[in-house]
């Protein structure tokens, strides 16, 4: 893995949904993958799957109940179902279809959640996955993935598909800033450190790597040293990093664009609580829904900065 | 090739009375379940396990050339168990266990768990999504293998069966049969009091489906029902069966709004057994 510079400018590297989309098409040279979609496959770029493979790709409309069933009668028929739309209306809509057809009979499909979070935009909080991954962690047996980046997006990707069993992989709307100039040693479940420092640990996922690391140089400013862990795999996480971190550095501060019950905080405090307790602080929507707005504004007034974090760090760094 | 299991009607006759005794003694022995349910789908069953329709080998339930069957009112499950046993799936005896801990003869099919069932099921309206995921990956392995789904009348209120109708309709999967088991009850009520469905062929039909209407208990109209859905290549095919809730005990059947999801008394399984003739 080769880092790359990061940026809090959201416009210089790459949307999630479209590096995952242009994975998947490449996957496509494996016959049994076949792809769902609700009526957004020009949203979720699955559409370049669908050029490449159309034999293979199936516009089921906008029911994502049908969507899913579907795709759990190809799997148990011995293909690698991949279903896209965007990630509220596919967990929330389609939940108990999901709960029914693919957790609870562990079929083998990937459900890929695109315009998650709430630096969507403009199109405001009906659209806006917020309590997307505890909705998915929530499933016996679910493989939860959020990347930071195009290249990890690739690499999750392809991991994704390699493996067995039931998977949600969060995907955003807006170009993210590059984290990774590529992805070599992408495994589920394991943490990449991106920085080291035994100060203070900082935890994050999806869009909030990229500001974990700037946050990270501001403190280094200050003479605070913090580590940071991508924490790509929300489910399982990754417990022997987190002891780690609890053990080697003084706290965690973990941020994620999740409200603050059943994603990566409440996974991450758990291990914690279990393996070291530790200080720990989190940086997330909190307990509302958004409004719209430009994706940057959004972040901004709903709290999801570089700031945030290390406000966080230096307070678990005061108790 | 796998070939069906096709048995004399006589012998068809009596298979049919074994599986409704099984219905009423494994629910009764449990003291839970949907012996109503399960008894108003036994002739369809019976025909299409038994009388020349599903291409199936119970010592390779995975079969890729399979037919599948996919029960999509899971609460029927009883009536599937005493089905599959008979078809040589898992041993008779094992029907004994029913609903208790450790029998993978759960309250509602569990295909992790019991050779034979194509999906779990419980939570009505999947099914036959599922069906149609089966009958696309037939489409794309170039396999003739044929998908069953059977839904319930009171489950047709959920919206996703009527997605999977719009959409199996729209795309002509004519491998795909679909077996809506007309008992006219749900669980507080008649369904013709909760939710009308008429006229419910009309409407399948405008879904794109072929569809027909029989007498879900005449093994007649059964058989005849299957060997038309089997002919009919461009377009998925509906059989509404109408049938009778309890069907065969007629303490069930004089009130069936009584009775979902209750269990035969043990006092009244003997005169149940002797009405059923086996």
């Not at chain 2, 078809?87 to 509602?108: I, K, M, V, W």
């Not at chain 2, 795909?176 to 006219?184: K, M, P, S, V, Y």
Request: hydrophobic share 40%; glycine share 10%.
């Amino acid at each position: 893995m080769t880092l790359g510079l990061s940026h809090i400018e959201l416009e210089d590297g790459q949307p999630t949904r479209l590096a995952f989309g242009e994975a998947l098409a490449d996957a496509g040279v494996n016959e049994a993958i076949v792809v769902l979609d609700g009526d957004v496959h020009n949203s979720t770029y699955t559409g370049l799957f669908k050029e490449r493979y159309p034999e293979r790709f199936f516009n089921v409309g906008i029911a994502e109940s049908n969507l899913v069933g579907i795709a759990a009668g190809l799997a148990a028929s011995g293909k690698v179902p991949v279903v896209s739309s965007f990630s509220i209306f596919l967990l929330a809509n389609a939940f108990d279809q999901i709960r029914m057809s693919i957790a609870f009979p562990n079929q083998n499909v990937k459900l890929v959640g695109t315009h998650a979070g709430i630096s969507i935009g403009e199109d405001g909080p009906s659209q806006m996955g917020i309590e997307d991954v505890a909705l998915a962690c929530a499933l016996p047996g679910f493989t939860v993935i959020v990347p930071a980046d195009g290249a990890s997006t690739r690499a999750a990707t392809a991991a994704m598909l390699e493996r067995e069993g039931p998977t949600f992989l969060r995907c955003g709307r807006p170009a993210v800033p590059v984290i990774y100039e590529d992805v070599t040693d992408f495994h589920v479940g394991k943490a990449n450190q991106l920085r080291e420092g035994s100060d203070i640990t900082i935890i994050a996922n999806g869009v909030m790597v990229a500001m974990a690391l700037d946050a990270a140089a501001a403190l280094a400013s200050e003479g605070v040293e913090a580590r940071v862990l991508d924490m790509h795999t929300v489910k399982p996480i990754d417990t022997e990093a987190i002891e780690r971190a609890a053990n080697e550095t003084g706290g965690i501060v973990v941020a994620e664009e999740h409200i603050a019950y059943g994603g990566l905080g409440a996974t991450v405090a758990l291990a914690a609580a279990e393996r070291a307790p530790t200080r720990m602080a989190f940086v997330d929507i909190g307990d509302t829904y958004a409004t719209s707005g430009k994706p940057q504004e959004l972040l901004r007034q709903y709290g999801l900065t570089p700031e945030a974090i290390a406000d966080q760090a230096r307070h678990v760094l005061k108790a | 090739m796998l070939e069906p299991r096709t048995e004399p009607r006589a012998q068809l006759e009596a298979t049919a009375r074994r599986i409704r005794r099984d219905i009423v003694t494994s629910t009764t022995r449990a003291g839970s379940g949907h012996p109503s349910t399960s008894l108003s789908m036994v002739e369809i069953l019976t025909v299409l396990y038994f009388g020349g329709v599903l291409r199936y080998d119970p010592s390779e339930p995975h079969h890729p050339e399979r037919d599948r069957f996919i029960l999509s009112k899971g609460h029927g499950a009883p009536g599937l168990y005493a089905v599959l046993a008979e078809a040589g799936y898992f041993p008779t005896e094992d029907l004994s266990t029913l609903r208790q801990l450790g029998s993978a003869l759960e309250g509602h099919p569990n295909m992790c768990r019991l050779p034979g069932v194509e999906a779990s099921t419980g939570s009505l309206g999947q099914g036959l999504s599922m069906g149609i995921g089966h009958a696309l990956a037939a489409r794309l392995d170039g396999h003739s293998y044929r998908v069953y789904v059977m839904v319930g009348d009171g489950e047709s209120e959920q919206g996703q069966v009527w997605e999977a109708l719009m959409y199996a309709g729209n795309r002509g999967l004519g491998n795909l049969t679909l077996i809506l088991d007309r008992n006219g009850y749900q669980q507080t009520a008649a369904v013709a009091e909760v939710q009308p469905l008429d006229p419910l062929q009309d409407k399948i039909e405008a879904f794109g489906w072929s569809a027909r209407t029989i007498d879900g208990h005449s093994l007649d109209e059964v058989e005849a029902a299957f060997s038309w859905a089997q002919s009919v290549q461009e377009a998925p095919q509906a059989i509404i069966a109408n049938t009778v809730k309890g069907k065969g005990v007629s303490l069930l059947e004089a009130t069936p709004g009584k009775w979902h999801g209750k269990p035969i008394p043990p006092d009244e399984v003997e005169k149940a057994l002797e009405e059923i003739g086996a």
